[in-house]
């Protein structure tokens, strides 16, 4: 198949070219030019910044399918499916289950209600704003290609080459093999899935022109933080005292923790979704353990040694909170 990426040489977008490639699908990818932009030397490259409206290079050739990895504002999707409507066949959208409205439900699967922004005009991309605006992004490419899109709501992504360091934090973190500060709720759920396992699936709904809604998610069976921990140190061959310290001792010193979810945000519903249809559609998942190993591999290896994530803490840092709460004068005792 032609295949015509938005994105591309990222971390999620990476992995599908790589699945493309892999299948002797013909690729061309359409970005700014900015992240890696050497890698992929048999793909066709064509420049342009979507959140400018740069879309010239978009004008003329004919795809069998379009796979849109880097649209977060509706406009974005408008504008390309517009341009691209009589030009390509199935336009597949990859989009999040941040779109779900009830994120404290025990299960959410691919017919639940969606967000809908108090300002559907905003081009704000926040936490608060993020998943209404895929939610659009969604809605456009329905009036566009009614008959012919594809989406998939992708949970939390993890592998070789992500650019969030979420989990990777975690793995690094275990395979140091000390007292490991984490976070209030051992019963917490997550849910991650290998960019590569996503990426397989894409491609394999695209190369058979599926169309609907998929929720790409993983692992098969329901993880919670205790267990995405232990899948950590198996993977490392370590074994750890982990301290799950109470939300208080953690707000006090405000920290927050890689994939870490509040009680007080009532949103555990974004890491139970349901991956029933996906699985009837051929998403196949590799175990978690599995994950980490590759995980643990890529990051011994890579050159990029400052984690790039959000939360955590600094080993220094982690040392001296952990005395702090052990410690015999600690008001929070030994859990």
Same mark, same amino acid.
């Given at each position: ?101 009830? #994120?404290?439900?025990? @299960?959410? &699967? ?8 108090? $300002?559907? %005009?905003?081009? *704000? /991309? ?54 490991? #500060?984490?976070?209030? @709720?051992? &019963? ?8 590569? $396992?996503? %990426?397989?699936? *894409? /491609? ?54 890689? #994939? ?76």
């Amino acid at each position: 198949m032609r295949l015509l990426v938005l994105g591309g040489t990222s971390f999620v977008g990476r992995h599908i070219v790589a699945s493309a490639l892999a299948s002797e699908h013909r690729v061309t990818v359409f970005n700014r030019g900015l992240t890696n932009p050497n890698l992929f030397q048999s793909v066709q490259r064509l420049r342009g910044d979507r959140s400018n409206s740069e879309l010239r290079e978009l004008e003329h050739g004919e795809w069998d399918a379009v796979i849109d990895v880097s649209a977060l504002l509706p406009r974005m999707v408008r504008e390309a499916a517009g341009l691209l409507a009589d030009r390509v066949g199935l336009y597949a959208f990859i989009s999040t289950p941040s779109t779900y409205r009830d #994120l404290d439900s025990d @299960r959410i &699967d691919e017919d639940a209600p969606v967000v809908v922004l108090d $300002d559907p %005009a905003s081009e *704000v /991309v926040n936490s608060t704003t993020y998943g209404g605006l895929k939610a659009l992004c969604e809605s456009e490419l329905r009036q566009a290609f009614p008959d012919t899109h594809l989406i998939v709501r992708a949970c939390t992504m993890a592998g070789p080459h992500d650019n969030t360091d979420r989990f990777t934090y975690w793995v690094r973190r275990l395979a140091r093999g000390t007292p490991v #500060l984490a976070p209030s @709720r051992p &019963d917490q759920p997550v849910q991650l899935i290998h960019a590569r $396992d996503h %990426a397989n699936f *894409v /491609v394999e709904l695209v190369a058979s022109s599926t169309t609907g809604v998929f929720n790409a998610a993983g692992p098969d069976q329901p993880v919670t933080f205790a267990d995405m921990l232990q899948a950590c140190a198996d993977a490392a061959g370590t074994s750890s005292r982990v301290v799950w310290a109470p939300q208080a001792f953690l707000d006090e010193h405000r920290l927050r923790l890689p #994939l870490e979810i509040l009680p007080s945000e009532r949103h555990d519903g974004l890491y139970r979704v349901a991956n029933d249809r996906a699985r009837a559609a051929g998403l196949v998942n590799r175990p978690l353990v599995g994950t980490a190993s590759e995980v643990l591999q890529w990051d011994q290896c890579r050159e990029q040694k400052r984690l790039r994530v959000t939360r955590g803490v600094s080993p220094k840092r982690e040392a001296s909170l952990l005395e702090i709460l052990e410690g015999p004068l600690s008001s929070f005792g030994r859990r």
